[in-house]
């Protein structure tokens, strides 16, 4: 039990700890050298992440934090001058109200001199205060960094050599930031730092809470499997049978629970660790990666229809089954390790489309909700019957429905994958899988899925059915019900239920009719300017930047940027569900130029735009258009994410802060409006 409980204990400490420090952005490294007799140089270097921004010492009233370098007191040495920086960049910064700061990227060297009072080795310590922010939150150095510097070989006259006493820090009051400054450097920071870490905090909350219930959801419906239901009657029993005592079977009931969570968060973080949340997000819009998941997705789903089974190597699993016959907390442990193995044809296919979803958050905590969420919805009913035993009774027998089940998922299984095909076909504008052929995919599939619960076939596995059940019979009513739904899309129904799934309207078999239904002439093509084209709701839109800004001049109106993806389905869903509105189709169609630039697109460059580029500190070729808009993004914007808009003039003044996925539409107008009127103001 000690044992048990000290790697439990361990388990949770080390997640504990992965989400209790917080990721520094900025990373320090300090290095000396002597450069006289009794003087030496220290030299501070920052390195920064992609897209952050590290502040020079110079202090902007309500602006940024400044970094500043507080030196300790001490009577062997004084500095030389102040602590120097390299000249920074100088814009605007839209976190602080679009106030001109001073800023460093990438990479930033500090400065200072010291002068020697003593021959003897002594050491300079010390803290450095500061922040640093991105397009979306700021943090604060947390906790503080702290440098030392061990000085030796110092050559004093030893009439020139100050006593140690008394301490002499006149020296240092000029360059030490006081604690005043500190403190109103702070306060004045407070106010614009705070409101976006509230927000980023709050997303990143409904973000987390989200994933855990997708997991919860989706480690029920594992639990309705065949490989992991009849476990339950089966292992409580065995705990309670082999228990002396009733509480001696609840707690082992517990602690084999407990190894189920343990186990599945542990493979979440493992998974991520090993590939890094920030590439699984990248991997989100790469044809390889979806083409291979979706190949990945119909080979479980054609497992879970009945064709073949996918089971971990026996010989392993019967070496783990084997050492859960050594009893004890260990044996538990490895219990549950082999129901992990045992079940994987069941559980995988859901783990790993939850991974995916919960990667694209880039952060640990994402992996870590969405598998406790799954774990936990897996895990309960153990400890729950193992408790009140009496409840065995109430469960359903084991038989033919567990199979159906399975083929349920396998369903669901085979119109997911269809999503990752899709996915890969828009980032190539390959027009095979247009929208007409993703919802009549999916018509079929739903179609087949409910003539399947009515029985109006059977699949390998299943078992005789002698009458349709009542949840059953109403549950194929609810699929064929969202399967005539699903008709109406093949004529540009907009299928909001299902936004952000199938390509969006424009991408359609026929666009001289997506062109004429759109228009805002009734039956007439609309004429657009030159290098204009119908966008997502038929809205008119650019989709070069340059272009965007000389017409933006020419009919002195802002330009609306959208940094949007092929394989984006947030971008889908704010233009299904936002840019839909009559009032945003307006606004952005007759009020504001249009511009989206797809990131992911991956036609290739005209010879003349191909060209190296330094992109965060690493020389690379632009090759395709989505390699282009990318780097504008990143290097201009600095941001990486998607959907992300901006308001801007022709001069690339910015009108306002950027904004991102909120399906909220008058908050959305709101933040028209506010760019719409600053443009107007500048104008007059």
Avoid at 123 to 140: A, D, F, P, R, T
Avoid at 198 to 222: H, M, N
Wanted: hydrophobic share 45%; net charge neutral; aromatic share 14%.
């Amino acid at each position: 039990m000690k044992k048990f409980l000290s790697l439990l204990l361990a388990f949770c400490g080390l997640t504990s700890i992965i989400f209790a420090q917080p990721k520094q952005y900025v990373n320090w490294t300090f290095t000396q050298k002597k450069i006289a007799a009794d003087q030496f140089e220290l030299t501070f270097t920052a390195k920064i992440e992609p897209t952050w921004h590290l502040y020079s010492q110079i202090e902007t009233p309500d602006g940024p934090l400044p970094t500043a370098f507080e030196y300790e007191e001490s009577s062997n040495y004084k500095l030389v001058g102040k602590t120097s920086e390299p000249k920074p960049k100088e814009e605007k910064e839209p976190q602080f109200d679009n106030m001109i700061v001073r800023f460093f990227e990438n990479k930033a060297v500090f400065k200072q001199k010291i002068q020697a009072l003593t021959n003897k080795p002594f050491v300079v310590k010390g803290l450095i205060y500061g922040m640093c922010c991105n397009e979306s939150m700021c943090q604060k150095f947390s906790p503080t960094p702290e440098f030392s510097f061990s000085i030796e070989g110092a050559e004093i006259a030893a009439a020139n050599v100050i006593p140690e006493t008394p301490k002499d820090t006149s020296t240092q009051k000029d360059t030490v930031l006081p604690s005043t400054l500190k403190d109103t450097a702070i306060a004045s920071t407070e106010k614009n730092t705070n409101a976006v870490a509230a927000q980023a905090e709050k997303k990143s909350d409904l973000t987390y809470l989200a994933l855990f219930i997708a997991g919860f959801f989706g480690g029920f419906a594992a639990l309705l499997t065949p490989c992991v239901f009849p476990m339950i009657p089966m292992t409580v029993s065995f705990f309670t049978k082999q228990s002396k005592t009733r509480s001696a079977g609840i707690r082992n009931a517990f602690i084999y629970g407990l190894s189920i969570i343990a186990i599945y968060i542990a493979l979440g973080l493992g998974v991520t660790l090993i590939f890094g949340a920030d590439a699984m997000n990248k991997l989100a819009t790469n044809v390889w990666f979806n083409l291979a998941f979706f190949v990945l997705l119909v080979v479980f789903a054609i497992s879970f229809l009945g064709a073949f089974e996918i089971t971990i190597p026996s010989a392993f699993v019967n070496k783990m089954d084997a050492k859960s016959d050594r009893g004890g907390l260990l044996g538990i442990f490895f219990m549950a390790f082999t129901l992990s193995l045992v079940s994987f044809s069941c559980t995988g296919p859901i783990i790993g489309t939850l991974l995916v979803q919960a990667a694209a958050t880039g952060a640990l905590a994402g992996p870590f909700f969405g598998m406790l969420g799954f774990s936990l919805a897996l895990a309960l009913p153990f400890g729950l019957f193992a408790a009140f035993p009496g409840w065995l009774n109430t469960l359903p027998k084991s038989g033919g429905w567990l199979n159906s089940v399975k083929v349920f998922l396998g369903f669901l299984e085979l119109a997911l994958a269809m999503k990752f095909l899709s996915n890969a076909d828009l980032v190539y504008d390959a027009m095979i899988i247009t929208r007409e052929i993703f919802i009549t995919v999916w018509i079929v599939i739903f179609g087949l899925l409910g003539a399947y619960l009515m029985g109006w076939f059977k699949l390998p596995h299943d078992s005789e059915l002698k009458y349709i059940s009542v949840p059953r019979f109403f549950l194929a009513i609810f699929i064929f019900c969202f399967t005539f739904y699903l008709i109406p899309g093949l004529w540009g129904a907009p299928l909001k239920l299902i936004n952000g799934f199938p390509p969006p309207l424009e991408y359609n078999e026929n666009p001289e009719w997506f062109n004429r239904t759109t228009s805002n002439e009734k039956n007439t093509v609309a004429v657009l300017p030159e290098h204009m084209h119908n966008g997502p709701n038929g809205i008119p839109a650019f989709d070069d930047y340059y272009l965007a800004l000389e017409h933006a001049k020419k009919v002195n109106k802002p330009v609306m940027i959208d940094f949007t993806g092929k394989a984006c389905i947030n971008c889908r869903k704010m233009e299904a569900e936002v840019w839909s509105d009559p009032e945003v189709k307006r606004k952005l169609s007759e009020e504001f130029i249009l511009v989206s630039l797809y990131v992911d697109k991956k036609n290739n460059l005209p010879d003349s735009l191909q060209k190296q580029v330094d992109w965060n500190g690493v020389t690379r070729k632009l090759k395709s258009v989505g390699d282009r808009w990318s780097h504008l993004q990143n290097t201009k914007y600095a941001s990486s994410t998607q959907p992300q808009y901006w308001i801007i003039d022709g001069n690339e003044k910015h009108l306002s802060d950027s904004t991102s996925y909120d399906p909220d539409i008058k908050k959305y107008i709101n933040w028209l409006d506010k760019g719409l009127e600053k443009f107007k103001s500048k104008v007059n």
